[in-house]
């Protein structure tokens, strides 16, 4: 390595993953910008990853687990002994026919990720956390568009034009970052003429950079944009040229039915909007050159498919479908396929379901992988023998996560865990790895390659993007992927003919014209060219089986509450309970911290007093307060019909007084930075999935920021 130089590699210091360049000093890591050539930005936790590079809680050696699961007691072993041990019960799992009780549970960051090539290869079952975040919006997009715009994409927000309106709408997107680059996209286009709505129970910091901020009743968003279109529709407002050439034939006309009595009048009785602000937003909305929505946790409730379906509708009537400023369509390229592709296992005819094996009761739901709750369901119902976890968090960032923790410590009459191997890959200690036999110390990101490629990034025409090692591991950590190719090569030799990961990756890009080192050479990203609009008038169409946009679900028709057309309702999970817990809990996310918080928390620079994140205390509206007899830093009891917690009281204007807030990813018990900080975990107050399976939509939303509670001093 140079003495000093910068690198373009990608940041995984959250989900976000934005292209970076890292500075580099006689093999040192010294400093993380934002890379020019990428838009060029990174947050406060891109910038303090150097901090968790070389943080003293870095695992650097294999563990495997003394006295019993949970202790947190390990002893040093070797790679080779490691890698035996899930060898040997991979090997003894596939000859009992039992491939598919293998699950691994971690974060693809591409859709041709070794790990999971591995899976389809050997049989087994991919559990992540990332399909539950907008599996309801990616399929609404899908059956209204026949494309996944959206995941983890907003709006091409530095495409906005003067006088384009930007609704964020449960979308805390200043700090529940998808790229560094939104908040700067979205104040520039503010800058240019643009306008910024939020609509949110919360006044967020992007409210406060607001034109307009919208209290709105939390889930009452299906009404208020249905009232939009009510109101669009009935005032001849609609976009005439796009309804007639690309929305489905019949479908309109259907939508103008349905609509003609969810006026806003109606609309308003739901949401708690005024009127007026839904009739003069509607009218601005329709007239304005464009009007993107962006959306996420904050409508993932049970009736999030209903909202992701009336947000399709809405864009469609005002003719925001891959404009710029409105929702843009993704422009891919396609990597070669690495021969022979594992076609993966038939689950379903195994008896299996991606809900778990409890197939009869939860056969109809078909996106819903809460990773905690399916992980217990499944060790209970015997149907997970060997659990792999990497870059996930099962323990601490979900709800249930004490009846995951009950689960993998079941034994059966023998005194055998029923799960019989647990293992984790892991930088840090991390409440899983507490849990684990195994416990395998990664590569961080900074020294490891990846190909990353997905309808993903938010900038748009990077196809491809590399990550490469800047710096060397400490100790003896070796990257999953590496193992995962070691234990292919032993157990599916076929899938695995390819050397090591980067002779994988090379094959991948040799129809692209591409290598490894030809990407390294052109600074590591690689674009198919613009990112392109209306590609359907080109294309001929969308990649719906009509080729026109579907205004109309047929096939929810006959579901139990026909969902055809969205439905207007505030989401069930608000509507029970009301008496006994008569607040609503919102929880969000900060921008110091990132998913369940075990390694953002274990960051000094992110974990301080006074320039970092400390604690998460109750935010609660001051005419709450009074009527409660509670004032600033009292200490509560926060309890919902699952679990309390306690917790510190910090009185905000800024939240509806029916609400109260608390932050997202606290909690944790291990680590030597994280450890000193304080704060509660939300999830012990927020039910599983499995209990509130009835709420949710049948494919879609899960209540993971809405629960009903009550405060006591
Ligand atoms: N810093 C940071 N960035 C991240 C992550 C992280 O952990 N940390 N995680 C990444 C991941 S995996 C994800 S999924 C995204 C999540 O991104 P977001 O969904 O934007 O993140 P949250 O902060 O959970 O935002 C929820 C917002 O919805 C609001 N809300 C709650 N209920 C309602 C409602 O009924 N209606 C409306 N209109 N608003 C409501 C809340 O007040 C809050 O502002 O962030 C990604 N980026
Ligand atoms: N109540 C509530 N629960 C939620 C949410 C919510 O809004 N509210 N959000 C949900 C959402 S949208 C998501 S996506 C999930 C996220 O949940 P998970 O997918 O479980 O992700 P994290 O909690 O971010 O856990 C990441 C783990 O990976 C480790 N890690 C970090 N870098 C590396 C690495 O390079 N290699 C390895 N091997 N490990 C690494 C970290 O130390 C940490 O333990 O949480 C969900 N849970
Ligand atoms: S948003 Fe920040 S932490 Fe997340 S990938 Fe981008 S720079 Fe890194
Ligand atoms: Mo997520």
Not at 11 to 40: F, M
Not at 197 to 224: C, L, M, N, R, Y
Not at 244 to 271: H, Q
Not at 355 to 381: C, H, L, R
Request: charged share 25%; proline share 6%.
């Amino acid at each position: 390595m140079k003495k000093s130089e910068w690198i373009p590699t990608v940041c995984y210091q959250c989900k976000a993953e934005c292209s970076i360049i890292a500075r580099v000093e006689d093999g040192k890591l010294k400093e993380i910008r934002g890379n020019p050539k990428a838009r060029g930005k990174a947050c406060v936790k891109g910038m303090a990853g150097v901090s968790s590079e070389y943080s003293s809680d870095r695992l650097t050696y294999p563990m495997k687990r003394l006295g019993e699961r949970g202790e947190g007691k390990f002893e040093r072993i070797s790679w080779d002994e490691a890698i035996d041990i899930i060898f040997q019960k991979l090997k003894d799992l596939k000859d009992r026919g039992d491939a598919h009780k293998l699950t691994a549970n971690f974060f693809p960051h591409s859709i041709t990720d070794l790990k999971w090539r591995f899976l389809n290869a050997y049989g087994g079952f991919i559990n992540t956390a990332l399909p539950h975040c907008d599996s309801a919006k990616i399929l609404a997009f899908i059956k209204t568009m026949g494309g996944v715009p959206c995941h983890h994409i907003p709006p091409a927000w530095f495409t906005v034009p003067k006088g384009g309106i930007m609704i964020l709408a449960g979308r805390h997107a200043f700090g529940g970052l998808e790229d560094a680059a939104v908040p700067k996209d979205i104040l520039d286009a503010k800058a240019r003429g643009a306008k910024l709505v939020v609509i949110d129970p919360i006044f967020t910091p992007e409210a406060a950079k607001a034109d307009q901020w919208i209290p709105i009743k939390p889930s009452g968003d299906t009404a208020f944009f249905v009232g939009m279109i009510q109101h669009i529709i009935a005032k001849d407002l609609y976009d005439k040229d796009f309804a007639e050439n690309w929305i489905r034939e019949g479908d309109f006309e259907k939508l103008r039915e349905y609509v003609a009595d969810k006026t806003p009048e109606k609309m308003s009785a739901i949401c708690d909007v005024p009127v007026e602000t839904i009739k003069q937003f509607a009218e601005e909305c329709a007239k304005a050159p464009s009007a993107g929505v962006d959306s996420f946790k904050g409508v993932m409730l049970g009736n999030a498919l209903d909202f992701s379906h009336a947000w399709c509708l809405f864009l469609a009537i005002t003719g925001n479908i891959d404009n710029p400023g409105g929702q843009p369509l993704p422009d891919l390229v396609s990597l070669s396929p690495v021969e022979p592709e594992p076609a993966g296992p038939d689950l379903h005819e195994l008896g299996w379901h991606r809900t778990g094996p409890d197939k009869d009761k939860f056969e109809k739901y078909s996106f819903i992988m809460e990773p905690t709750w399916y992980e217990a369901q499944a060790i209970k119902n015997g149907g997970l023998k060997v659990l792999i976890t990497a870059e996930s968090n099962p323990a601490l960032t979900e709800m249930g996560q004490v009846s995951w923790q009950e689960a993998v410590c079941e034994k059966d009459e023998s005194g055998e865990y029923n799960l019989e191997l647990l293992v984790s890959f892991e930088i840090m200690m991390s409440e899983t790895a507490k849990f684990a036999d195994l416990v395998l110390p990664d590569k961080s990101y900074f020294e490891r390659w990846e190909l990353l490629y997905m309808p993903w990034w938010y900038n748009f025409g990077h196809g491809v993007v590399l990550r490469q090692p800047v710096v060397e591991p400490p100790g003896e950590c070796r990257h999953s992927n590496e193992i995962f190719i070691e234990l292919g090569k032993r157990l599916v030799p076929e899938y695995f003919q390819f050397e090591d990961d980067l002779a994988y990756y090379d094959i991948q890009l040799a129809g692209l014209g591409l290598s490894v080192k030809k990407l390294q050479e052109i600074g590591g990203l690689w674009s198919p060219g613009t990112m392109g609009f209306r590609k359907y008038e080109k294309a001929g169409g969308f990649g719906t089986p009509s080729q026109k946009v579907h205004l109309y679900w047929e096939d929810l028709e006959e579901s139990p509450w026909n969902q055809a057309f969205p439905r207007v309702e505030l989401a069930p999970e608000y509507r029970v309970n009301v008496d006994q817990y008569p607040f609503i809990l919102i929880s969000y996310r900060t921008i110091y911290h990132s998913g369940s918080g075990q390694w953002t928390h274990n960051n000094p620079q992110l974990r301080d007093k006074v320039s970092g994140f400390y604690e998460n205390p109750l935010m609660v509206n001051p005419a709450t307060a009074t009527d409660l007899g509670i004032s600033q830093g009292d200490t509560v009891t926060v309890e919902s019909p699952c679990g309390s917690v306690q917790v510190m009281v910090t009185l905000s204007e800024g939240i509806r007084p029916d609400c109260v807030g608390l932050g997202h990813g606290f909690g944790s018990t291990v680590g030597r930075v994280a450890t000193t900080g304080q704060g509660v975990s939300n999830n012990y107050l927020i039910p599983d999935a499995g209990s509130t399976l009835d709420w949710q939509d049948l494919i879609g939303g899960e209540s993971h920021v809405s629960t009903r509670v009550r405060i006591m001093k």
